[in-house]
């Protein structure tokens, strides 16, 4: 699990510091200002290597590079489990080698660490099968460095050139569990069971079928509230997403088990998440449980091994959803601004901040976390400024205020708090008779 993160002229700010919560972590913080970026880092730190190294094929998750010219540095702590001592490491940018520099030997285990990239990219990193081992004192890397991804490997296998199939897929695995009846489906039933959008709208897997003449494989379907059975290759983008995020836990867990056997090892104690605008295609109903089923989902799964949730998010519902739970003792809110100055270059600022509860959505809008002037359209914001002044303007008369009045009415609800209090104030003093 990660502890800390600190890195010096790489990414959009020239400095960041993170100080993580052990269970859940919130980025905040408008598009291109790095919230993709440090879960890359976050990554990097815990396995060594860049998703991109690993899977050429992927889109994103490239190395970072440093900013300027000078030093560049990425240090982190982290641990392995609840009772081993932190491991500190500092990496610099060696420009020679166009690198970053590391130990030999095998990374310490930072526990099992699954990381969902917003484009439906995954990586996987799993102590009981991304080791390296030494042999006379030289590295041996004789496992894969990671599992890593591509949208499409997730639903139709993973392969490496030199080592042949990595992972068959969710496809070929679903339709495979639910044939064999055992372990691997119940959970993945449950976890799909759990992370629905509502009660009455759970994804239930239905019969195995075929879709096409040339497609030979049996085709997992889930059965749709208005009564059909969809399959899996047809669902909508939210619930793909959905179901590869349960794919990918369970088929990373089960695999972690049956490698810990044999092994003999116990399985990890600690299971670390990233998880890049966690309400990615989501309705609203779905975003404001999204992450108290995760929560709920990786407890189930793993049963005694801890888990450090570290997500970014655009969505006022996802932030307003976790009030009830949010613990400052484990969990932490981290926003990233973009900061004008008067004289002087903008610049980027990441910033830890006290979770307070809010107690509505649009109020998380207009907060620090999102930093709208108000939770309306453009349009009415103009005219409720234009209103806001008006009623405190000594000079304003009645013509303006009709003016007013008809954009008002365009523009709010009839039961706008705004409308009604400017009715009030307007009629009381004859602007609109
Ligand atoms: N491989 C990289 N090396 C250095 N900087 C990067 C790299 N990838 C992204 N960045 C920085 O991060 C910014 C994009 O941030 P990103 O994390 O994608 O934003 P968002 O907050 O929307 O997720 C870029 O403008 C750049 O400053
Ligand atoms: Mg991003």
């Avoid at 990414?11 to 905040?28: D, S, V």
């Avoid at 890397?141 to 050139?161: H, M, N």
Wanted: charged fraction near 25%; glycine fraction near 6%; charge should be neutral.
């Amino acid at each position: 699990m990660i502890k800390n993160l600190k890195m010096n002229n790489v990414g959009p700010a020239c400095n960041m510091e993170l100080e993580f919560g052990k269970r859940l972590n919130l980025l905040t913080g408008d598009n291109g200002l790095g919230k993709s970026f440090l879960l890359d880092i976050a990554w990097w730190a815990l396995t060594r290597k860049w998703p991109a190294e690993i899977n050429p094929r992927l889109p994103g998750g490239l190395m970072a590079k440093p900013y300027e010219s000078g030093k560049a540095s990425i240090e982190f702590t982290f641990t392995a489990n609840s009772k081993s001592k932190p491991v500190n490491y500092l990496s610099t940018f060696d420009r020679k080698a166009q690198a970053w520099t590391g130990k030999a030997d095998r990374p310490s285990n930072p526990g099992l660490v699954i990381y969902a990239q917003v484009d439906g990219s995954f990586a996987v990193w799993d102590p009981a099968r991304n080791y390296w081992r030494k042999k006379r004192n030289v590295d041996v890397q004789d496992r894969p460095s990671a599992y890593v991804f591509t949208p499409r490997e997730v639903w139709d296998g993973l392969r490496d050139e030199e080592r042949g199939l990595l992972c068959n897929g969710l496809v070929s695995d679903w339709a495979g569990w639910q044939k064999e009846k055992g372990q691997a489906f119940k959970s993945l039933s449950s976890i799909l069971e759990k992370i629905s959008p509502s009660i009455d709208e759970k994804i239930i897997p239905g019969d195995l079928t075929r879709i096409s003449l040339d497609d030979p494989r049996d085709i997992p379907t889930i059965k749709m509230p208005y009564g059909q059975s969809v399959p899996i290759l047809h669902a909508s983008a939210g619930i793909r997403r959905n179901i590869a995020l349960a794919y990918l836990l369970v088929w990373s867990w089960e695999e972690h088990i049956k490698a810990s056997n044999l092994l003999e090892e116990e399985p990890t104690s600690q299971v670390v998440f990233l998880i890049d605008e966690i309400e990615a295609h989501l309705h609203p109903k779905w975003q404001r449980r999204i992450i108290s089923s995760l929560l709920g989902v990786m407890d189930t799964l793993t049963n005694k091994a801890d888990v450090q949730i570290i997500t970014s998010t655009h969505s006022p519902l996802v932030m307003a959803s976790v009030e009830p739970a949010f613990d400052a003792s484990k969990d932490a809110w981290f926003d990233l601004d973009f900061i004008r100055v008067n004289k002087g270059n903008p610049y980027v600022e990441l910033n830890k901040r006290s979770f307070v509860r809010l107690g509505d959505v649009s109020n998380w809008l207009t907060s620090e976390a999102f930093d709208l002037k108000s939770a309306r359209s453009i349009e009415a914001e103009k005219v409720l400024k234009d209103a806001a002044i008006a009623l405190s303007d000594e000079t304003f008369n009645a013509n303006m205020a009709k003016i007013l009045d008809a954009q008002l009415r365009e523009l709010l609800g009839e039961t706008d708090p705004f409308w009604m209090r400017w009715r009030f104030v307007a009629e009381k003093k004859g602007w609109l008779s």
